[in-house]
């Protein structure tokens, strides 16, 4: 998958969140949250390995997710203004006042659906295209995840590699399926067109036989 992990904080409160896979992008997490300069609205990235840590932070609310440095910045940057969205849409007022994990049980749910849908869904990619990219996205600038944490703090990113072969076994499935369903028809268009090639090489036999094209000497 694209997108591992996720979480919707108020300052430094996780109200929820949600991992794909085993790994402590959690406690990474919340080292960021702890020490991200300032409370302005801002979206900063910062780099772990070959894993980025994406963050929004808008009217007091910060969405943070971590995506491999292969999904670029446009889809991820899209997931956190959607999960933002939802979140606030959802709850309301309520994200002002909300106890740690007090939308966990079901925002959860939320964010591993559209983490998912982000992650594997090539549909998610065309709608971005067509929104155009984020201006506040291109201006973005990935610094490494030191900047941020203490060295003496700093956490090794340790992440389950069978995520990341799962997301690719899911992609190869969905090509496979793909490339399979584009064949059989490439072959029934085939089929077809030799039915009719038989045919008409069948007619033009039977016209020259039978002496015309309405086969009037077949006919009689």
């Known amino acids: 998958m694209a997108i591992l992990y996720a979480l919707v904080a108020?300052?430094?409160?996780?109200?929820?969140?949600?991992?794909?896979?085993?790994?402590?992008?959690?406690?990474?997490?919340?080292?960021?949250?702890?020490?991200?300069?300032?409370?302005?609205?801002?979206?900063?990235?910062?780099?772990?390995?070959?894993?980025?840590f994406h963050i929004r932070r808008t009217d007091g609310l910060t969405v943070l997710c971590m995506a491999d440095e292969a999904a670029g910045r446009r889809i991820p940057f899209t997931f956190l203004e959607d999960i933002h969205q939802r979140f606030v849409r959802t709850y309301g007022r309520a994200v002002h006042s909300a106890q740690a994990y007090g939308m966990n049980d079901e925002f959860s749910r939320v964010l591993s659906q559209q983490m998912e849908y982000y992650s594997n869904d090539p549909n998610a990619d065309r709608i971005n295209r067509l929104r155009g990219e984020m201006s506040q996205v291109r201006n973005v600038m990935i610094?490494?995840?030191?900047?941020?944490?203490?060295?003496?703090?700093r956490l090794e990113l340790l992440v389950d590699k069978t995520a990341n072969m799962q997301g690719n076994t899911f992609r190869f499935r969905k090509q496979a399926r793909r490339f399979r369903s584009t064949v059989w028809w490439r072959n029934v268009k085939l089929t077809i067109a030799l039915i009719i090639l038989v045919l008409v090489i069948v007619y033009v036999i039977a016209a020259f036989v039978c002496h015309g094209l309405t086969l009037p000497s077949c006919l009689k």
Request: glycine residues 6%.
């Open 10 to 52: 108020r300052g430094s409160v996780v109200l929820a969140e949600f991992s794909a896979t085993s790994t402590n992008a959690s406690a990474i997490a919340r080292q960021i949250l702890e020490k991200i300069p300032g409370n302005n609205d801002s979206n900063v990235s910062y780099s772990q390995d070959r894993y980025i």
């Open 143 to 153: 610094e490494n995840i030191d900047k941020v944490l203490d060295r003496g703090d």
